[in-house]
């Protein structure tokens, strides 16, 4: 069992699926947004970095790690809010280029502030949770309490998200203002409030996956988002943008796709392995592999 | 001015023709008299130009939105290099067809999956195009060179132009000149072609597509066919562009076409106006002499340009102006000339019925 589990393949599994659920966690962000006001927020790892270094950096004035992370969540969830109610809410009814470049510019506008309040060097965090991998009889399994940690958080945090949505009052409002905003206005449904609320848990999740990202290896600088938001979007379209199991599904596919690559084929090529699933899952569904076919009405 | 004016109505092309050299002498002469490196930032602007000119007919006139546009650049300057690299003593101008080619190439292969998709999903599949393409380079070190990349010969400068050209230290200068002057030259040629397709047949079809896409398959017009063109031109421009920027800066590395200048591209063609000839130019105008602009308002405000605020001033300005001019201006610095005409108009009348009184 040792044996197999110290295997190049479970290593490969292990550290695919560990990086998987970050992209599942954005995938899962961006179709909260997507299903609750149809735009593709390209500013959704760069909010997330930006509200990771708000909290994190009360780690200098001797804050607990935890503190931290809730006030990062914290200012995650205020920071969707006001970036619907400002820059997105003008725009319903637009082209669906207006919103998508709009938050193009705010995506560069953050990356530029924080560089300029922050700098562009890496900040580690350290974790309560141990990076050092686990051995038996002397092998080495590439799991560590951290990413163990990372996987169960998240799980927990689509467990919640999923429960929202399926069990709460507020998750039926929120899914009737998606599907059938008029009939839900009647309904007596406040959908404007509904449209913030997504963007706030949107942006809540997308500031978790940021903090554990921040907290790992890979370090908090401004521009850490932008490759795992790409993968995150990728795995999004995979499962087609409308369903956050799919969304999930599509994340563990992508992380697990460039371990795989990364391990049998080159470290630089691992982004491809992205592009090449995208490419055939578009061309096999363009609406994406989870989502009912939708005839356009003429 | 009567006669050009009635001579755009009879003959469009020829009087298009007209403007574009006219505008291009009026560029060039202008040239003699920019110092050294005013010369090279409008080099660089005119590449640029190019680039926008085919993303603005690919988002405006074919509404598909597209952030791969770096990494058809990317292609085209690879292209371009590694023909360099193999045969040092091609004309330029070969270099620059075989960068259309490829660019164009690399377009077609990417409108084939891409032309079924829609609004986001095109946005991210051209984006994960864009991502893609530094890894490829960095990975395939023995064809583009790795990091350090390939490197082109300085471009020299005839002797003519040389001669044409009088000043203190002649070579530095006339160098510089004749590259932007190159440049202008390219950007020009490509602006007259832009201008004939957005007033061509399949331009037309395009923003009918764009528009209607159930009216023009009714008018019998090809879809898949239609969207995949409009992406292989914009590639072809996106190539050229690439390949000049390439050349302009006699070198080509993984890190010249990052993901964040396809952002830049959409910014400049925002701001410029999305879908409009003026549009690209004045884009590549602002992309010039933005790091004077950025300068310039440092100093107005007192921030110190070698601090971090400063250094970072460029991204916090152009990604604001980017979110102002999309809520405000959609239309962008192109669309502006319709309210001052209205405006100028209204002062008019004012003006004569003020007579009448």
Redo the contacts between chains.
Sequence with gaps: MANFLASQFMHNIFSGLAQGVLYSLIALSLVIIWQSTHVLNFAQGAMAMFATYLGMTEIDRGVGYWWCVIISVIAGVIFGGLAERVLIRPLYGKPEINPIVVMIGFLGVIEAVATAIWTSTTRNITSPFSQIYFHANGQVILLSPFVIFQIILAIVIMLLVAALFRFTKLGLQLRASALAPEVARLLGVRVNRMLTIGWMLSAGVGAVAAVIIASGTFGLFPTNMDGIFVAGFIAAAVGGLESPIGAIAGGLLIGLAEQFILSYWSATLAPLGGLLILVVALMIRPQGIFTKAVGRRV | MNQLRSLRSQETTLARFVCVVLLTLLVLFVTFFLPPVADSQLAGGAAITIVILGLSWL?GWSGQ?S?GNSGFMAVGAYAAGIWAHHHNATPLIFTFVLAMVMGAFSGLIIAI?ST??R???L???T???S??IT??A??FTSVTGGEGGLFFNELTTPSWFQHLFSGQNATINANAQWTADLAVVVAGVMFFFMANLFHSRTGRAMRLVRDND?AAELMGINLPLTRTLAFVIAAAFAGLGGALYAVINATVTPSTFP??LS?TL??LM?LGG?GTLSGAVIGGIIYSFSANLVSHINALTGVNPAS??G??????I??????LT??FA?TGIAGLRRPIRRLTKFRRRLATTENVK
């Excluded at chain 2, 152009?318 to 979110?323: E, H, N, Q, V, W």
């Design positions: 988002i939105i952030l999956p079924r998709l609004g986001p999903y946005a991210g599949m984006l994960a195009f991502a893609a890894p490829l960095q990975n159930v993901l964040t952002i959409l910014t925002v999305i971090n605020l250094a970072n001033m460029q991204g916090i152009f990604g604001t102006l980017l979110i999309m809520l959609p």
